[in-house]
């Protein structure tokens, strides 16, 4: 790709293609590369023995504070733990990253290991007895035909609250006032909430949205 360091693959094409007397214009139609990279890398090829591939020049800048060895550990930890955070790293090793900033221990997961920090999904908590009740339901009925199951209602329902509640994340300037009321979270301890409920069938099919008075639920109704 124009703009970036040829990597050995394609400098092994370049010096294959040149080696079968590929015309020039060919081989950068075929490389998408320009000329003057591909004369750079003929001219340094020359003076190197047969079949030799011409080795990256050393890079400018500061040397990575973190080691192959070190990575893996970030690795396996995060995988392992996927909630851990950068200061917990540095806690629980403190040997190998005790010189190594958190700013750092980020970067090298986002940007080097691909392990970026995610917001997680919620999903409802089952217990044992959850988990064996939709266990013991999946096998009584794992023999039903689709006819069966299109004669079945499904319903569920929602709960929607009618204060809106912000993110749990703001970009705040330095500068700013983590109380200034345009970087905070407005929250209510009872907030009024209208609950949804919903029904489809596959005989039937879509069926309509009923909703119930502002914060009233269905376990209410039940016991009346």
């Known amino acids: 790709m124009p703009g970036t360091n040829l990597t050995r693959e394609e400098k092994v ?6 080696e079968e007397k590929v015309p020039v214009n060919e081989i950068l139609r075929r490389t998408g590369r320009n000329e003057a990279t591909i004369h750079r890398l003929k001219a340094v090829a020359r003076d190197l023995p047969p079949a030799s591939v011409p080795p990256a020049k050393p890079r400018s800048g500061r040397p990575h504070k973190t080691s192959k060895t070190t990575d893996a550990l970030l690795r396996r930890e995060v995988l392992k733990t996927p909630h851990i955070t950068a200061a917990e790293l540095q806690r629980n090793h403190p040997g190998v990253l005790r010189n190594v900033a958190q700013r750092t221990i980020q970067h090298c997961l986002q940007k080097e290991l691909h392990l970026p920090c995610r917001r997680p999904a919620i999903k409802p908590l089952l217990t044992d007895k959850m988990r064996k009740a939709r266990l013991s339901i999946a096998r009584k ?6 006819e069966q199951w ?7 329902k929602s709960t929607v609250q009618c204060v809106k509640m912000s993110g749990n994340r703001v970009r705040r300037p330095v500068t700013a006032s983590r109380f200034d009321h345009r970087y905070t979270t407005k929250t209510v301890i009872h907030p009024d909430h209208v609950m949804v409920w919903g029904c489809f069938s596959g005989a039937v099919g879509r069926g309509g949205l009923y909703f119930l008075p502002r914060n009233v639920t269905m376990n209410s109704i039940s016991r009346c």
Not at 141 to 146: D, G, K, L
Not at 150 to 156: G, Q, R, S, Y
Request: charged letters at 25%; zero cysteines.
């Open 13 to 18: 094409r370049i010096l294959t293609l040149i």
């Open 141 to 146: 009925y794992r023999h039903w035909t689709p």
């Open 150 to 156: 299109e004669k079945l209602m499904w319903t569920d």
